[in-house]
C-alpha cells in the first residue's frame, strides 16, 4: 500500500508554516525545522508538521529560511548521499537571482510565492495562504525538465497560480511591484510617526486609504535586509524612478497645475482599475505541442520566451518519447495568446502545434 507523498519544510514562519499546514491539509506528511527549536516545537504543535527533523524519504523540500541562508540549505540536502528519494529543492525567498545561481543544481528551482500577512511568523501561519496567490517559478538552463514539473504541480495543488520567469526578470519586476512598495510604505509610516511626536492627534485621524497604504510595513523586518542586499540594483532602479515621479508630483501641486494633476491620477486611477483579478484564468484556453530534444536548457528557454511577451502559462507538462532523447512540451495559454507564442517559439527553431481546449 503506498504511503503519503512525503516533504521537508525548512524555516517554520509564516510561509514555512502555512507550506506545511497546506501540504498537509493536503495528504502529505511534512517533517521539518527550524533554526530555533523552540519554533520547530511551535509548529509542531501548531499543525503545521507532523514531525521535528529532517526525512531521507522526501520527495521535495521547501527552504523556507532568510534569504542569506536559502542557498546553503538547499545545497546540502541536494548533496547529501543519504537521500534515496533524490528530493527536488525549492523555496520562497523574494530574491532569486543571486540564490538560483549560488545553487545551480539541475534539481533546484527557485521559486517565489507572493503571499503573506500582516501577522508574524507562525502565528499568522495559514493552510489556505496560497490559494489565488501568484507563485513565480525560475528555471535556467540547467533545470531539469522533470524537477520542475514536479514542483509546479505541487504548488499549484495548494492553490497557487504559477508564473514562469528567469530570475533576473523575477528581480527586476518584483522590485517595482513588492520591495519598493514595501519600502515606500515604511517611509510613510514612519514619516506619520515622526508627525505624531508633535501632534498627538494625527495617528487617530489614519483612515482606510493610509492604513491600505501603509499595511506592508507592519510585516517582518528582519527579511528585507536581505532582500535589499541581493536585489540592490533593481531597488535603487525603481525608487529612483519613484523619486523622479514624485518630484513631478510635487511640481504639478507646487505650481497649481489643475490638468497635469487631472491626468496623472486619472491614468493611476485607470491602471489600477485594469489591475488583473487575482488567480484570474481566461475563459479560453489553448494547448500548445512543441516538440523538443531532451537537453539541458529547453525549458527555460521557451518559458522564458512566454515570460518575455507576458504571457502567463496556466500548466505545463512534459512528456517524454520512449524511443529516444526527445519529447513533447505542452503548454496550456490563454486562447487569445496562443498564435503570438507559436511564432515566437518557431522564431527559435520550434514547430509548434495547437489546439483549442475550450
Not at 514555512?16 to 530555533?36: C, E, I, N, Q, T
Not at 528555471?139 to 504541480?153: H, K
Not at 510595513?217 to 523622479?244: K, Q, R, T, Y
Request: hydrophobic share 45%; with cysteine; charged share 20%.
Amino acid at each position: 500500500m503506498t504511503g503519503p507523498r512525503r516533504a521537508i519544510v525548512v524555516g517554520t514562519g509564516l510561509i514555512g508554516g502555512s507550506l506545511g499546514m497546506a501540504l498537509r491539509s493536503r495528504g502529505w506528511h511534512v517533517s521539518g525545522w527550524d533554526a530555533d527549536p523552540v519554533r520547530t516545537d511551535a509548529a509542531v504543535r501548531a499543525g503545521a508538521l507532523d514531525a521535528a527533523g529532517d526525512d531521507p524519504a522526501a520527495a521535495i523540500a521547501f527552504v523556507a529560511t532568510p534569504s542569506s541562508a536559502v542557498a546553503g540549505t538547499a545545497a546540502a540536502i541536494l548533496a547529501d548521499p543519504d537521500r534515496p528519494g533524490r528530493p527536488v529543492v525549492t523555496d520562497v525567498s523574494g530574491v532569486k537571482a543571486a540564490i538560483v545561481s549560488a545553487v545551480d543544481h539541475p534539481r533546484f528551482v527557485g521559486g517565489h510565492p507572493m503571499a503573506g500577512s500582516e501577522q508574524v511568523g507562525l502565528d499568522g501561519a495559514d493552510g489556505e495562504l496560497f490559494t489565488g496567490a501568484v507563485w513565480v517559478l525560475t528555471p535556467t538552463p540547467r533545470t531539469d525538465l522533470g524537477a520542475f514539473a514536479y514542483v509546479r504541480d505541487v504548488v499549484t495543488s495548494l492553490g497557487a497560480d504559477v508564473v514562469v520567469l528567469s530570475p533576473e526578470d523575477h528581480d527586476r519586476l518584483v522590485a517595482v511591484v513588492s520591495h519598493v512598495p514595501h519600502l515606500v510604505a515604511a517611509t510613510l509610516m514612519n514619516a506619520a510617526a515622526q508627525d505624531a511626536e508633535q501632534d498627538a492627534v494625527l495617528l487617530r485621524l489614519a483612515a482606510g486609504g493610509f492604513r491600505d497604504m501603509t499595511r506592508v510595513a507592519a510585516g517582518h523586518p528582519g527579511i528585507w535586509p536581505d532582500v535589499c542586499a541581493d536585489n540592490a540594483a533593481a531597488i535603487v532602479s525603481s525608487l529612483d524612478h519613484v523619486i523622479e515621479d514624485l518630484a513631478a508630483m510635487r511640481e504639478r501641486v507646487a505650481g497649481a497645475d489643475r490638468a497635469g494633476l487631472l491626468e496623472a491620477l486619472h491614468r493611476a486611477s485607470s491602471a489600477r482599475r485594469h489591475l488583473p483579478a487575482r488567480g484570474a484564468r481566461p475563459e479560453r484556453l489553448t494547448e500548445l505541442r512543441v516538440p523538443v530534444s531532451d537537453r539541458e536548457g529547453v525549458l527555460a528557454e521557451i518559458t522564458s520566451v512566454a515570460g518575455d511577451l507576458g504571457i502567463n502559462i496556466y500548466d505545463i507538462e512534459i512528456a517524454h518519447s520512449a524511443e529516444g532523447p526527445r519529447g513533447v512540451l505542452l503548454l496550456v495559454v490563454d486562447a487569445d495568446e496562443a498564435a503570438k507564442l507559436r511564432d515566437a517559439v518557431a522564431a527559435r527553431g520550434y514547430r509548434a502545434t495547437a489546439q483549442d481546449l475550450s
